[in-house]
């Protein structure tokens, strides 16, 4: 097991090589995308600005709900969406047949050695925009609160990396699985705002068929003490154990889709 560990750090190593092999191309894919989030971002501004509030939410608050939004997304993608987005290809080519003959676990395989780091971009934009809105908008600080804060943070990005590798991971039986996310990104961008912003029935959905309510909209309520629609008093505790309990599924669900897997021939 030790052994198969120390061969993560060398298949991160080789592909950060060869992400990095066109330079040009790369920073200029990292300047598109934050400049496709910002311009994403410019539009909720445009909103509060004509009507002060979303939802009850003002200007910093919303600012802080989507850097967290787009944080937990990047960190929870760049170990998830590249990979398992391939993950039908390999099977229609049989490559995944050889990625079954190395000496260690395939899904650890398929995610460091495809690791994107593309995602900086993202995370620098997130970064930026969730200082400034930390320093803005009235915060109780305390260690609990840094603590919450971080907690609920890696729970977010254990939701967005579940539930991709769930989608993936269903190539392994029924070969196909990409057009799953064309699904998965509708929701996730009804995900980007507040809940108390839809219909009911919508907000059911975020938060349990398509969970992607604890993604951001449940942990930032609970930190900037807003009230949680359907879940009220359980959801800061809701926000932490999202995660781990969908990479728990995750897990489950690789096994069985794995299990089921037949090899490209059928």
């Known amino acids: ?14 592909n950060l090589r060869a992400q990095m092999e066109y ?5 200029i894919d990292r300047l598109a995308m934050i400049i496709a989030y910002a311009s994403a971002f410019a539009v909720i501004w445009l909103l509060v600005a004509r009507f002060d509030t979303l939802a009850g939410w003002n200007w910093g608050e919303l600012a802080l709900l989507y850097s967290f939004h787009t944080l937990a997304y990047a960190v929870g993608a760049s170990f998830s969406f590249t990979q398992m987005r391939d993950l039908e290809e390999h099977v229609r080519l049989g490559t995944f047949d050889a990625m079954l003959t190395r000496p260690m676990s395939p899904w650890v395989y398929l995610v460091f050695a495809r690791y994107n780091i593309g995602y900086i971009s993202h995370i620098s934009l997130a970064l930026a925009l969730m200082t400034w809105a930390l320093l803005t908008i009235p915060i109780d600080w305390s260690i609990g609160w840094v603590a919450y804060f971080l907690a609920s943070l890696l729970s977010a990005a254990l939701v967005t990396a579940s539930l991709m590798t769930m989608l ?3 190539a392994l039986a029924w070969t196909r699985s990409n057009h799953l996310y064309s699904l998965y990104f ?19 959905i975020l938060l349990t068929i398509v969970p992607l309510g604890f993604m951001a909209a449940v942990p930032v309520a609970v930190l900037v003490g807003k009230p949680v629609p359907l879940l009220g008093d359980i959801a800061p505790i809701a926000a932490l154990l999202a995660g781990p309990a969908l990479a728990s599924l995750a897990v489950l669900f690789w096994r069985f889709a794995t299990s089921r897997y037949q090899g490209a021939g059928g």
Not at 1 to 14: A, K
């Open 168 to 170: 993936g991971a269903t």
């Open 1 to 14: 097991m030790l052994r198969h560990l120390r061969l993560i750090p060398i298949l991160l190593q080789m």
């Open 23 to 27: 330079r040009g191309a790369f920073l």
């Open 186 to 204: 509708g929701f996730w961008e009804l995900s980007r705002y507040p809940l108390n912003l839809y219909p009911t029935i919508i907000q059911g």
